[in-house]
């Protein structure tokens, strides 16, 4: 089996800012409407947690599972030549369905459809053939994305009440739907989620461009020192809070998450946000967001 | 490796718990293992940066990182605390703290530290620029204010009722950002205008528990500098840090503080109301006067009185007192005139025993009185500064230290200049001398960098003019010298209901 070299890679310069600028786009100065999910919604509450970075982690992960999501996404996206520049472009998506005002959440969803129409072709490893506007695909994506927010949070964040999560699942129908994703085919509720999951287990596996994919993005040559130092406790939090069998199917193993551990990953992640923030116009974002939320939350 | 044991520079790597974390080299947290064969050249997490030495300046750089953040925060705060208008008060309202989770979604997971440890990182770096400095010991003021309903909430836990029942008048708009906390404008049922400060809620446990995990940071210092002070270095910023969270301590303190210098001529401190304070809640005489940024306009007779209060007022709280108030920050002054300064904020006070203060008086003595570079030498090594071992001749360790001393040297009137603190502050962490590599700030000194480090920086701001030897005779235990200026003379009543003790 041909085992590309990692070097085709690009380097990982610049992941901060670039997902800095990434999540600011995503959130309005002067929303017309509160978009899909609003300031009262979970989605929002979950956003600001620590976590995101384990967690965003962890769902890409969880997605490059799937073979022909994960050829897709090898075959098209220009993933190798600027891997940053995908992911970022994944954060602004995410971060504009999230808090966009709905005209520009459509807008999103309708670009990622159109190009999802022309991302075809072969996954060299089972020999079958992929269309990433296939439901199957996407719902697949929107999953491992819902249920790693979820597991990372109750993990490592603040712990999320039991019907947060199903709330939280349940507001995430939209943005399958936004997708492409048929309403009927959409989990909404935690059991449903775990049950989707555990469905299409048998189809997955790890294949090379997992493999390596995965590899690049769990220790991303070219960051800051400063950043790469801390990359370490966010790709543990990834590793660790993966199912078991995801985990064995990379063989990657991970000392047991003690409770003095998990404080210690917190307290980096909590550094890595004060990071985040000083990040041109990330504060400002946050805090549009949260004078939204404490507006929303304060008694009429 | 090169050892560098200044003990200020490992101070430096202190200064960011942030900093501390990311000096590990751990990796295999998560890595390949289990049975999978591993392809040949695909890179193998955890296994890439365990080469590569542990170095001092990586530390150095994270608080850089973090300053990053800090300027962020600092940038947006005048819009929560300091600016003026209807828009500031819209943003406040809007963004207020309602509930304790909120605070801890603010404050938790090592903000409300790095906050802290950004207001004492100024006396334990080098490597910043001041203004990266400033951003850093305001990092507080960007937090938001708690909403009045919480910041009353908090009162009434702590003093038992509703704060307009508590107090005779209650403004719910604070007028300034505290330590953790907030102040607020009241008047007590008997009358007294009082400043209250109000914790916020849950922000004493968030900090204490970020400040516990000090396992990790202990370890990784001792790889980067094996020695013991590492340890004592930590211990000791993090004792002061948790005592700054229970705000009885710092009645304590303030309480000390107000009691010896009541009738003192230009030193003021505002009197604690014990019964309305606690835990959570210090309530004091609520003071008012010019801040330190007015004196720009003042003239230089004023500004030269101001810095003669204060000098008097660290050097005289330091030898007889025996406490030095480490947090002389621009924002815990407010001038009146005439010299007169009201002294703020004491939740970072450090008091010192006989024994340490000793070699701090016969190195002074010695340096600057006996002329006795040899016994200046043995003092320093008894404190701990210098290593009994070093390999250097006396006069090279005067020359290197006779900077610190600079000011009171000679008698003869001499004016800070922020060009002496800078000098002071680089001859203090500069790690290509000799002497650096074997001196070190034993742990009941550290507090003491923010005379070199803070107050010399602050009186360089006023270029503020005096015979500052003249002054510290008066003060130095082993020479108690008749007044020189008119304030020493004005000092006379007062001194006589509080005499100096007696030198040792």
């Known amino acids: ?300 | 490796m090169r050892r560098v044991l200044a003990a200020a520079t490992v101070a430096a790597g202190v200064a960011g718990v942030a900093a501390v974390v990311l000096l590990r080299r751990r990796a295999g947290h998560a890595g390949p293992g289990g049975n999978q064969p591993q392809p040949g050249n695909q890179p193998q997490p955890g296994s890439l940066r365990l080469h590569g030495n542990l170095r001092l300046s990586r530390g150095l750089a994270t608080i850089r990182l973090v300053a990053r953040g800090g300027a962020r925060y600092a940038t947006s705060a005048p819009r929560l605390f300091a600016a003026a208008g209807e828009h500031r008060q819209q943003l406040r309202n809007d963004l207020a703290l309602q509930t304790a989770e909120d605070v801890a979604s603010t404050l938790g997971t090592m903000k409300g530290v790095l906050m802290k440890l950004g207001q004492m990182a100024s006396y334990i770096d080098n490597g910043l620029s001041p203004s990266v400095r400033r951003t850093l010991s305001r990092l507080q003021d960007s937090v938001p204010p708690m909403s009045p309903e919480l910041a009353a909430l908090v009162v009434e836990e702590e003093l038992g009722g509703p704060p307009d029942q508590v107090f005779a008048s209650w403004d719910p708009e604070p007028i300034a950002a505290a330590s953790i906390g907030q102040v607020h404008r009241a008047i007590t049922r008997d009358g007294r205008a009082v400043a209250v400060k109000v914790q916020y809620p849950g922000i004493a446990e968030t900090i204490a528990a970020d400040l516990g995990n000090v396992a990790l940071l202990r370890r990784m210092l001792k790889v980067t500098a094996p020695s013991q002070d590492v340890d004592a270095l930590l211990d000791e910023l993090r004792e002061r840090v948790l005592e700054e969270l229970d705000y009885r301590r710092e009645a304590d303190h303030q309480r000390l503080f107000a009691d010896y210098y009541n009738g003192h001529p230009t030193i003021v401190v505002p009197a604690i109301v014990d019964e309305l304070s606690t835990r959570r809640v210090v309530t004091s005489e609520l003071a008012d006067g010019a801040r330190f940024a007015d004196l720009a306009e003042w003239p230089q007779s004023e500004r030269d009185l101001a810095a003669e209060t204060i000098y008097r007022f660290v050097f005289r709280s330091l030898y007889e007192l025996h406490a030095f108030n480490g947090d002389p920050h621009p924002g815990n002054y407010l001038f009146h005139g005439g010299g007169r300064v009201t002294f703020l904020d004491f939740g970072l006070v450090r008091h010192f025993t006989e024994t340490e203060l000793e070699p701090l008086m016969q190195m002074a003595r010695y340096l600057c009185v006996e002329h006795d570079p040899e016994m200046f030498r043995r003092n320093l090594e008894k404190a701990g500064f210098l290593r009994a071992d070093a390999p250097l001749g006396t006069d090279q360790i005067v020359e290197h230290m006779a900077l610190f001393y600079d000011t009171v040297r000679e008698s003869r009137p001499l004016t800070m200049t922020g060009d002496y603190s800078s000098a002071v502050v680089r001859r203090f962490f500069d790690v290509r001398s000799p002497v650096t590599t074997y001196a070190q700030i034993p742990r009941s000194y550290v507090i003491l960098q923010r005379i070199n480090l803070g107050l010399f920086g602050l009186l360089g701001e006023l270029t503020a003019t005096a015979n500052w030897r003249a002054i510290a005779e008066e003060i130095w235990p082993f020479v108690l010298g008749p007044p020189t200026t008119p304030m020493g003379e004005a000092e006379l009543s007062w001194r006589a209901r509080h005499p100096a003790p007696s030198i040792a």
């Open chain 1, 1 to 300: 089996m041909a085992i590309p070299d990692a070097g085709q890679y690009a380097t990982a310069a610049g992941l901060i800012e670039r997902s800095a600028a990434a999540y600011v786009s995503g959130v309005p100065e002067r929303p017309a409407d509160d978009g899909f999910f609003g300031p009262a919604s979970v989605t929002w509450k979950i956003s600001g947690d620590v976590t995101g970075p384990v967690a965003g982690l962890r769902s890409l992960m969880v997605q490059a599972l799937h073979p022909l999501a994960m050829a897709g996404v090898d075959q098209h996206s220009g993933w190798r030549e600027d891997p940053v520049g995908r992911l970022a472009a994944t954060s602004a998506y995410v971060t504009t369905i999230s808090f966009g005002e709905r005209a520009a959440a459509e807008r999103a969803a309708a670009r990622v459809r159109r190009i999802h129409t022309r991302v075809t072709g072969v996954d060299e490893v089972t020999g079958r053939r992929y269309e990433a506007s296939d439901p199957a695909l996407l719902l697949w994506v929107h999953a491992a994305l819902v249920e790693s927010t979820v597991t990372v949070r109750r993990l490592l964040g603040t712990p999320l009440a039991a019907q947060d999560a199903d709330r939280y699942v349940a507001e995430m129908v939209v943005a399958a739907e936004l997708v492409g994703i048929p309403a009927g085919m959409i989990p909404a509720s935690m059991a449903q989620l775990d049950a989707y999951i555990e469905s299409v287990r048998p189809e997955l596996r790890c294949t090379p461009a997992a493999a390596e994919s995965m590899a690049y993005l769990l220790d991303p040559p070219g960051l800051d020192e400063e950043i790469a130092d801390i990359w370490q406790d966010v790709r543990y939090g990834a590793v660790v809070s993966l199912p078991d069998w995801a985990r064995e199917m990379y063989g990657y193993t991970a000392e047991p998450l003690t409770p003095a551990r998990r404080e210690e990953v917190r307290q980096v992640l909590g550094i890595l946000d004060a990071v985040f923030i000083g990040e041109p116009g990330v504060l400002e974002a946050r805090q549009r967001i949260t004078a939204l939320m404490r507006a929303a939350a304060r008694p009429a």
